[in-house]
């Protein structure tokens, strides 16, 4: 069982920054792949990142591609998303999962465990 609890969602104008931390339980954190999604108001999840095991392979969503940046740290069982000219159309709940394989996917039926979610709002 892993557990994920995400934090660092906040209010910020457009143009500004945000930087979301996702900490997870467990001791073979290297071993899953994670992944961040969205879902804004009346819209369906979206996949944004995905970083494999090893950190060594990531996908972006197009519409973030050159703002967002997934990172991780498997000492510290963290994985990041340093978010960037956020824009309205930014506005979500962000969640974080974890797929029991480190082959990152942007699949959402192949994440395992998911988080609460954390409210990023973005105004313009």
């Known amino acids: 069982q892993v557990q994920l609890v995400e934090s660092g969602g906040g209010l910020v104008q457009a143009g500004g920054s945000l930087r979301l931390s996702c900490a997870a339980s467990?001791?073979?954190?290297?071993?899953?792949?994670m992944g961040w999604f969205r879902q804004a108001p009346g819209k369906e999840r979206e996949f944004v990142a995905a970083?494999?095991?090893?950190?060594?392979?990531?996908y972006y969503t197009d519409s973030v591609k050159g703002r967002f940046t997934i990172s991780r740290g498997n000492v510290k069982n963290t994985v990041f998303l340093q978010m960037n000219s956020l824009k309205p159309e930014d506005t979500a709940v962000y969640y974080c999962?974890?797929?029991?394989?480190?082959?990152?996917?942007?699949?959402?039926?192949?994440?395992?465990?998911w988080g609460q979610g954390t409210q990023v709002t973005v105004s313009s």
């Open positions: 970083i494999s095991g090893s950190g060594g392979t990531i």
């Open positions: 467990g001791r073979t954190f290297s071993s899953y792949a």
């Open positions: 999962a974890a797929a029991a394989s480190a082959v990152a996917t942007t699949t959402p039926r192949r994440y395992d465990y």
